[in-house]
């Protein structure tokens, strides 16, 4: 795959991206102000996370093994992404029960009478979205960039909006127009792909059609073609890492919802915090993590050992890791430079009273730093989950494993002493030791290629103006943060607007990596 390929899926999807969470983020600013935050609580956090688990479980998996593996045979091929129902029915089995027995006691009397339904609506949205895994699966090996993303768009989009629509003409409980909006949302993500799959059977010959599929019916699973059990393997192996990685990604939300620690508003203000905080992550980061493994799995082969692989590839592999790495660096230090003097100002804009009076500028401080690690994270782990060998992936398995209890341990213990400070705590220390392990392989796997740490840093110039903007921003803050009124609010952002527009013109002239990422860097074929 191509660097200008790697541009167009990130462009594509940081675009849809936008689209929709923006629209998603607007609508969220309604819910916090007229909406019950015990209701948000249990349907952003507790809800939420079992859907989230069901399918992290089932896409990550089955995304690592099939987006690296050539397609020898279409029908085999087929049959391997046909697992994502069957393993969502198998995980539904024990996770609806442990789900209602566990949190049941601690939903409010108000909504407690139906709560089984509750739980299973969402369910059935994850299962309804595994039935359409394989077409996603399909879109994104036979680079239908634009179906993926407008696909994912839509299902995000639909999540809310059909909330709101529901809300708005008629009485029904939001509760309840939550799980009408999760099953409708999934059930328009299937049939977009379905609609759209079928569609080109009906007008793309072999030579053009995605992975030379040109029959409806082949989409589909054939199981007279059996399985590969390397690949079965390979899918089991990665579903144990999707276990342990999972609880290492949402342990905060593992133990709000099965402790006792934080109630259901202190949730709802929390996960509120979270989605103002990784707006800019879904946006850009999300996506550029997704277009990394697609591309770094595509350019290095898993199994074949570095030294016989092209040497142009693995030249354009490093380079591109490098300036992956520099990006998120300059992005997330632009974050974290502007958000500290702006984050009273933006909790107060998107949560109003509830994030205002919840210590919400406190927490959105604290998780702009979690933000950093994050994302710096997520590309050194695309890399190395695109490059481990399968003795690789196994020591990896035995880490998380260790991770995760470790993980888990500092969730209970720092929410107990910070309340939900201790979360973003917990989350950051994890990110830190995640981030050390993955650079101990690529160091291993890349050895003397690897990118210097200092190739990684923002010039001299656009730091000294980083620190220079902070300190500004945060006298301003000093001075017309401690006022409330327009006319003092507007004051201060003007300054902040000021700096941004310096720093970002710095950029633009002075960061080359940057240019030559945003202009299509360099061509690897």
């Known amino acids: 795959m191509a660097a200008s390929s790697l541009r167009d899926f990130f462009v594509a999807s940081a675009t849809g991206q936008l689209i929709s969470r923006v629209t998603s983020f607007t609508i969220n600013v309604y819910f916090l102000r007229n909406i019950d935050p015990q209701i948000l609580g249990l ?25 690296g593996e050539q397609v020898k045979s279409i029908p085999l091929f087929v049959n391997h992404l046909w697992l994502a129902p069957l393993l969502c029915l198998g995980f539904s089995v024990p996770l609806v029960p442990i789900w209602y027995f566990s949190t049941s006691g601690s ?3 108000a909504y407690s009478d139906g709560y089984i339904l509750v739980i299973v609506s969402f369910v059935l949205s994850a299962f309804i979205e ?13 680079n239908e960039t634009r179906v993926f993303v407008v696909a994912q768009s839509l299902l995000i989009l639909l999540q809310r909006v059909a909330v709101l629509a529901i809300i708005s003409v008629s009485s029904i409980s939001p509760l309840i127009a939550f799980c009408i909006a999760q099953v409708f949302a999934s059930a328009a993500y299937l049939l977009f792909y379905l609609r759209h799959f079928w569609k080109l059977t009906k007008t793309r010959s072999f030579t053009d059609a995605p992975i030379g599929i040109v029959d409806f019916r082949s989409y589909f699973p054939s199981f007279r073609h059996g399985f590969d059990q390397n690949i079965l393997k390979r899918i089991g192996t990665f579903l144990l890492h999707s276990v342990f990685k999972q609880v290492l990604t949402d342990g905060s939300g593992y133990v709000m919802t099965f402790t006792n ?15 103002l905080g990784s707006l800019v992550a879904r946006i850009i980061l999300a996506p550029l993590e997704e277009s990394s493994y697609k591309h770094f799995s595509e350019v290095l082969k898993r199994d074949v050992p570095l030294n016989d692989q092209p040497k142009e590839k693995i030249t354009g592999a490093v380079d591109t890791l490098k300036t992956l790495l520099r990006i998120t660096t300059l992005i997330s230090s632009v974050i974290i430079c502007f958000g500290f003097a702006y984050s009273r100002i933006a909790v107060g804009l998107y949560g109003g009273d509830l994030l205002a009076k919840n210590r919400g500028g406190e927490l959105l401080s604290l998780y702009l730093l979690y933000l950093f690690v994050m994302a710096i994270n997520g590309i050194t782990e695309c890399f190395s989950a695109a490059t481990m060998s399968n003795l690789d992936v196994f020591h990896h398995m035995w880490f998380l494993l260790f991770s995760a209890v470790g993980h888990l341990v500092l969730n209970i213990g720092f929410s107990s002493y910070f309340s939900t400070s201790g979360f973003i705590a917990a989350n950051a220390l994890n990110m830190v030791v995640r981030i050390r392990y993955s650079w101990s392989h690529i160091r291993q796997y890349l050895g003397h290629r ?4 200092l190739d990684l840093l923002p010039s001299v110039t656009t730091i000294t103006l980083l620190i220079f903007s902070l300190v500004v921003t945060n006298l301003s803050n000093l001075i017309f943060g401690s006022t409330a009124g327009i006319i003092h609010n507007g004051a201060h952002i003007a300054i902040g607007g000021v700096m941004f527009l310096v720093v970002t013109l710095n950029i633009y002239n002075s960061e080359v990596l940057f240019q030559q990422y945003a202009t299509g860097i360099q061509h690897q074929d």
């Open 43 to 67: 349907v952003n956090v507790r809800l939420t996370l079992l859907y989230t688990t069901l399918l992290f479980l089932i896409r990550e998996p089955l995304r690592k093994t099939c987006l």
């Open 107 to 109: 939903v409010p009397d």
């Open 130 to 142: 595994c039935l359409a895994e394989p077409f996603a699966v399909i879109a994104q090996k036979s």
């Open 261 to 275: 620690h934080i109630g259901l508003t202190e949730q709802a203000v929390y996960d509120a915090i979270e989605r």
């Open 450 to 453: 690897i990118p210097h740490v």
